[in-house]
């Protein structure tokens, strides 16, 4: 069982570049999440999609921007990183966004801003 | 988020000890959740509480939902080097229809 998979794993980027982040998930899930995982921070919230068409900020969303593909597939771009883009980020699916509704998140993607 | 606070932030204990970490809510909880993370891996879910009162086990692992105190207690039960890792408390404090939040995490060492 595959769950929700991330790409790339790892990535190094410059100052200014610009790259997307690809998550998809295979259980059918409507709702899917982009959290950053810094130390000291925890993990908090970029974006959120409810449900297939629908998107939403969370906590910090500035800097990045997000589109769900298909119910499958939410993908998170950073236009022009910075180093405080520096993160792990993790992509999370659900089956609804209702408070019972256990998040599966995938592997991570630990991005490098020079 | 300090809206979820976590303590301790660290814990060293000795193989076989048991050991307690808590999860603080400054709001309502909607759900609480229970995670653990592996250094360079994603969160596994451990288990989820809905109702105050509830108490939920897996192994050796038990959760409690005080919905009074706004609070969850995760208990280990003899320890083992298997258990180590980054717990994690989520949490809906919204309206029981918003994205979880997390607290900073448990870093878990347990040492023979």
Not at chain 1, 2 to 29: E, I, R, W, Y
Not at chain 2, 11 to 24: H, S, Y
Not at chain 2, 46 to 62: D, F, P
Request: glycine content about 10%.
């Amino acid at each position: 069982n595959a769950g929700v998979t991330q790409t790339p794993k790892f990535q190094v980027l410059k100052t200014g570049q610009s790259m997307t982040l690809q998550c998809a998930q295979d259980m059918n899930h409507n709702s899917m999440y982009w959290y950053r995982q810094d130390p000291g921070m925890g993990l908090r919230l970029i974006y959120y999609s409810a449900s297939e068409g629908t998107t939403d900020k969370g906590e910090v969303p500035n800097g990045y921007n997000v589109s769900r593909l298909n119910k499958r597939e939410f993908s998170l771009r950073l236009e022009s990183a910075a180093p405080s883009q520096t993160s792990v980020y993790f992509c999370a699916s659900s089956r609804d966004r209702g408070a019972y509704s256990p998040l599966h998140f995938g592997n991570g993607t630990r991005l490098t801003v020079t | 988020s300090q809206e979820l606070e976590q303590s301790p932030q660290s814990l060293i204990v000795q193989e076989g000890k048991n050991l307690t970490i808590n999860c603080t809510s400054s709001k309502t909880l909607y759900g609480l959740y229970w995670y653990k993370q592996k250094y360079g891996e994603g969160l596994i879910f451990l288990m989820m509480l809905q109702k105050g009162g509830e108490e939920k086990s897996h192994e050796k692992i038990t959760a409690k939902l005080d919905e009074k105190k706004q609070q969850s207690s995760l208990h280990i039960t003899a320890s083992q080097p298997s258990h180590a890792g980054i717990y994690l408390c989520g949490a809906d404090i919204g309206s029981g229809n918003t994205p979880l939040v997390f607290g900073k995490g448990t870093r878990l060492s347990v040492i023979a």
